[in-house]
């Protein structure tokens, strides 16, 4: 199997099961976490959280995966991050990732998404991760930059009829660069 369960100082990164259905289902609800993601509407419903779930633990090979981000002092789910739109002939990737808002402001994304790109590129042999982000997400902006992601292009998402500006964020990976950031 290509996805496995990781760990760092702080969090274990557990691969997204059925009985994260709550978890989703509160994380993709909430207003605040949603406030920048303007690629699927929030979730209203319990079960559209299975939708979600489905799609990241379709058997393997697939394109995508999601890691459900657990705080390892009490095990608390604090947020979730992961890959999609896998362009395995040309090794490139899009990343997603959110964490509830009481876990702000911790550097723990930062410290999920330095695993996880490493896991990219030494066993995925990925050379570009690629991130979709509002101009007004100044957090995520931060957080990408902070990682070493660069302004490659914009693009305008259509949201309830609405086009909201996009910088699409790329993290060129040279050899073992986020595993000397580990
Ligand atoms: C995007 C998001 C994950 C960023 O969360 P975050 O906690 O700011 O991200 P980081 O893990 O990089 O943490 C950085 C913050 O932790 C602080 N920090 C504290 N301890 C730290 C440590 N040990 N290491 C690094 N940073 C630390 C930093 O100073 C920084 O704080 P600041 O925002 O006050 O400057 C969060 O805002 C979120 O979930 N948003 C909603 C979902 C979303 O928009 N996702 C992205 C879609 S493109």
Same mark, same amino acid.
């Given at each position: 199997?290509?996805?496995? /369960?990781?760990?760092?100082?702080?969090?274990?990164?557990?691969?997204?099961?059925?009985?994260?259905?709550?978890?989703?289902?509160?994380?993709?609800?909430?207003?605040?976490?949603?406030?920048?993601?303007?690629?699927?509407?929030?979730?209203?419903?319990?079960?559209?959280?299975?939708?979600?779930?489905?799609?990241?633990?379709?058997?393997?090979?697939?394109?995508?995966?999601?890691?459900?981000?657990?705080?390892?002092?009490?095990?608390?789910?604090?947020?979730?991050?992961?890959?999609?739109?896998?362009?395995?002939?040309?090794?490139?990737?899009?990343?997603?990732?959110?964490?509830?808002?009481?876990?702000?402001?911790?550097?723990?994304?930062?410290?999920?998404?330095?695993?996880?790109? /490493?896991?990219?590129?030494?066993?995925?042999?990925?050379?570009?991760?690629?991130?979709?982000?509002?101009?007004?997400?100044?957090?995520?902006?931060?957080?990408?930059?902070?990682?070493?992601?660069?302004?490659?292009?914009?693009?305008?998402?259509?949201?309830?009829?609405?086009?909201?500006?996009? /910088?699409?964020?790329?993290?060129?990976?040279?050899?073992?660069?986020?595993?000397?950031?580990?």
């Amino acid at each position: 199997m290509m996805f496995k /369960n990781l760990q760092t100082d702080r969090l274990l990164l557990r691969n997204i099961e059925m009985e994260d259905r709550d978890f989703i289902f509160h994380q993709f609800s909430n207003e605040i976490v949603n406030r920048f993601l303007f690629d699927a509407e929030p979730l209203t419903k319990l079960e559209q959280a299975n939708e979600i779930i489905d799609f990241y633990i379709y058997p393997e090979p697939r394109l995508q995966h999601r890691w459900i981000v657990i705080q390892t002092t009490d095990n608390v789910k604090v947020g979730t991050c992961g890959f999609h739109c896998w362009n395995k002939n040309e090794g490139i990737i899009d990343i997603g990732y959110d964490l509830r808002e009481e876990y702000w402001g911790k550097g723990y994304m930062h410290e999920a998404l330095t695993e996880i790109i /490493n896991y990219a590129e030494e066993v995925m042999k990925v050379h570009e991760v690629r991130a979709i982000i509002s101009v007004d997400n100044d957090k995520s902006i931060r957080l990408a930059e902070s990682l070493g992601f660069k302004v490659a292009g914009t693009e305008y998402v259509l949201f309830r009829n609405e086009k909201y500006l996009h /910088n699409i964020y790329s993290l060129t990976l040279s050899k073992g660069q986020m595993k000397k950031a580990l």
